[in-house]
């Protein structure tokens, strides 16, 4: 009886000592990738993104049409002609 509660005491300092090791390297892994984390750059990566940016635009066109629709309809035209010239750039692109 003695010795198993001598190893399981035994067992719960590797545990215990494991443990505390990876969270050592946790926290280094997580200090190394805070170093190389510049905040300004992930926020532009983040409001420039797809899915961002077409709820903002949708979001602005929605709240915009019902005061100015002029501004709409120009923006509208001012979306389709960069999605155009990005199509057509996309499309030259490939042929080079």
Known sequence: MNRSLEELALRKELLQARSALYRVKIQQEMNAVSKNLQWTK?????ITSYPIRSALLGFTFKYLRRRT?????FASGA?????????????FRTRA
Do not use: E, I, T, Y
């Open 42 to 46: 992930v926020g532009v990566k983040v």
């Open 69 to 73: 629709p002029r501004l709409l309809a």
């Open 79 to 91: 979306v389709m002609f960069v999605k155009l010239a990005g199509v057509v750039n996309r499309l």
